[in-house]
């Protein structure tokens, strides 16, 4: 059964950096689209950064986060990664990883109503 169990999240201040970490089991990691998305109180779930299959060749990110987050993917510990840099206020949410079978990452971050299965996701909060 496809399970995501993500971790990292904290408080941090303005300016600070954090570093998610989602263990992925019940799919052969390696050959899926990977990403993740966030969702602030209020608001809808949205893609923050997606990477290709494999290699990881290719990322995407949503503009808000472009130059202050990086995804990465170990795939031989089915292990996916975003750090995030220069953290603001706005960033604050529920962060969660998916998966998709190979895809494109930029409509697989653009569609997160097409994702079926969700993990319970790490809070990130970003105050003084």
């Known amino acids: 059964q496809l399970q ?4 990292g999240g904290g408080l941090v ?5 954090l570093r998610l970490s ?6 052969p990691f390696p ?4 990403g993740w998305f966030r969702q602030a109180p209020g608001k809808e779930r949205e893609g923050v950064a997606c990477i290709s299959s494999h290699d990881g060749e290719t990322t995407y990110y949503v503009d808000s986060v472009k130059d202050r987050f990086t995804i990465s993917r170990d795939n031989a510990a089915a292990t996916l990664y975003l750090q995030m840099n220069s953290l603001k206020p706005e960033d604050t949410a529920v962060y969660y990883c998916a998966s998709r079978p190979p895809t494109n990452i930029q409509q697989m971050c653009e569609a997160p109503s097409a994702i079926m ?12």
């Open 4 to 7: 995501f169990v993500e971790s």
């Open 13 to 17: 201040q303005p300016g600070g950096s």
């Open 22 to 27: 989602c263990v992925v089991s019940g799919t």
């Open 31 to 34: 050959y899926r689209t990977m």
């Open 117 to 128: 299965r969700w993990g319970k996701g790490t809070l990130v909060t970003v105050s003084s």
